[in-house]
């Protein structure tokens, strides 16, 4: 007996026999679908012609249960028979049931309203008819006369509103016959389409199939025969499939000694290349690894001794006055100081910056009172572009310290943060001493030196300042000053746009 693991293995094995059958499959399955698929559409749109005519056959029926009910309740009327009686109970139940049973049909108002008059009457005049069979068994002539009379009336407009519905329902229920009409007439020409379309499409597929089939067949055919007249280098037999004709091919291929020498000296240059490139891929993780320590190296030397002396003046004024001015600084002390410990290897924005700018002049307008002016002027637009943090206020306190820390005149920095073509340029001005071009050569080269003076570290800030922006954007011309001796400083930082702007640490 054949057991499901020897099928399984006779169907992997034999690959070629998998695509005939595969093949096959598809066929039968879309011949299939093209016979199911338009008896099972024929079948819907004639239910919907079934059903088209059904809302007449219940007003007709409705129709004559009226009819046959106002004779009986007439005859009960006339001859008081409990025979008549008795239909006349029968036919009003069966009235308001198929009364009930009509369901309105929301999407044409006119023929809803209609409907809905009909049911509002048939309910008034079985409410009449009650009442005249109560008088007539109470012997009340007079009474069940007139209600005899009123219902007769509604009897009478309730046959003139069915027959006018139904005659509304017909015309409109032949124009919805007339469209499923033309409609299954449309399925048929579609789908005598589609089985020419599905013909065409097997016979190309067969085609296909059997050049599949054939052309690896007669490549092996024309190799072999140049092999026999002495000519090893013939072509490679190239076959798509993975089947029978493929591992013939393949055999083929690899007798050839030509071919073997052409495929290794190919694995070889692949191998040569892919290590090439790894050892590209080592050198370039080397040097992101090199410049990310060189980044965060720099940044550490920032040196928070202007916080110290910030709080240290806090607290001098808490004690002097105990009121709001002191309250004020230590509130703009605590922002500063909470900025210059954040972490340095995330980019911060424009807006960020400026922001721990106005505080550090809060606290120096109360260190030296109005002796520093601080005029600030940005543009609202730049200040989301993304800029290593603790870049601008270095550099406003180097301008306060080296630029205005001996002046006698009153201090003033001008800071202007504006848009140029595809960068953001912010100068950092002021007033002070000013510095000579050697200086300025010694700045941009980094080569200034550590201040011995231990209150200040300025000089090492505006260092790592340089070498952070050169890291962080990869260019040279990211800074650029201006100074004479006696003119005051003018620090210009040309920050791009798209670069820093899309960085995100």
């Known amino acids: 007996m054949i057991s499901l693991k020897d099928l399984k293995n006779f169907w992997n094995k034999n690959k070629f026999k998998k695509r005939l059958s595969i093949y096959f499959l598809a066929v039968i399955l879309t011949m299939s679908i093209t016979s199911i698929f ?15 005519f059904e809302i007449n056959v219940k007003l007709n029926s409705l129709y004559d249960t009226l009819e046959t009910l106002h004779e009986v309740y007439k005859d009960y009327l006339t001859l008081k028979h409990s025979r008549s009686l008795d239909g ?28 809905k008059d009909i049911k509002n009457m048939i309910s008034t005049y079985l409410e009449y ?56 007439y449309l399925l048929e020409t579609l789908n005598i389409g589609m089985i020419i379309a599905i013909a065409l499409l097997n016979i190309t597929l067969i085609l296909w199939f059997i050049y599949n089939i054939t052309k690896p067949i007669s490549d092996l055919s024309n190799a072999a025969d140049e092999i026999t007249r ?9 076959v798509d499939y993975d089947d029978e004709l493929g591992i013939m091919a393949k055999a083929f291929n690899r007798m050839t000694k030509s071919i073997r020498e052409y495929i290794n000296e190919i694995k070889e240059k692949a191998k040569l290349e892919s290590k090439l490139k790894e050892k590209e891929m080592e050198n370039l993780k080397i040097k992101s690894d090199l410049r990310e320590a060189e980044l965060h190296a720099l ?28 309250c004020s600084f230590i509130e703009h002390a605590a922002e500063l100081f909470r900025y210059n410990i954040r972490s340095l290897d995330t980019p911060v924005t424009i807006g960020d910056e400026i922001k721990n700018i106005e505080n550090y002049m809060h606290l120096l307008k109360e260190r030296f009172a109005d002796k520093i002016e601080f005029v600030l002027e940005k543009e609202d637009n730049i200040l989301d572009v993304k800029i290593p943090s603790m870049i601008l206020q270095p550099i406003v306190e180097n301008a ?80 650029s000053i201006k100074s004479e001796l006696g003119e005051g400083t003018e620090v210009l930082l040309r920050i791009p746009i798209n670069i820093g702007g899309n960085i995100d640490d």
């Open 38 to 52: 338009p008896l099972y559409t024929i079948g819907k749109l004639m239910e919907q012609m079934s059903t088209t």
């Open 88 to 115: 006349y109970y029968k036919y009003y139940s069966e009235l308001k049931k198929e009364a009930d049973s009509i369901k309105m049909d929301y999407t044409n108002i006119k023929n809803m309203l209609m409907m």
């Open 129 to 184: 008819t009650d009442r005249a069979v109560m008088a007539r068994r109470g012997r009340n002539v007079e009474e069940y006369h007139l209600y005899y009379e009123e219902s007769s009336k509604v009897f009478e407009y309730i046959n003139e509103y069915i027959t006018k519905l139904n005659n509304i329902l017909f015309l409109q229920n032949t124009d919805r016959y007339l469209s499923v009409r033309d409609r299954v």
């Open 230 to 238: 002495g000519n090893y280098y013939v072509s490679p037999i190239k």
């Open 299 to 326: 940044q550490a030397q920032i040196n928070p001794h202007f916080l110290f002396n910030t709080l240290n003046t806090g607290a001098q004024l808490a004690m002097l006055e105990g009121a709001d001015r002191a």
């Open 400 to 479: 306060v310290v080296h630029g205005l820390g001996d002046v006698e005149y009153t201090g003033v920095i001008w800071i202007k943060a504006y848009k140029v073509d595809s960068f953001v340029e912010i100068s950092i001005k002021d007033n002070g001493k000013g510095m000579t071009q050697e200086k300025i050569k010694e700045i941009l080269n980094e080569k200034i030196k550590k201040n011995k003076d231990k209150r200040f570290s300025n000089g090492i800030a505006i260092n790592n300042i340089l070498s952070r922006l050169k890291i962080f954007y990869s260019r040279e011309d990211i800074i």
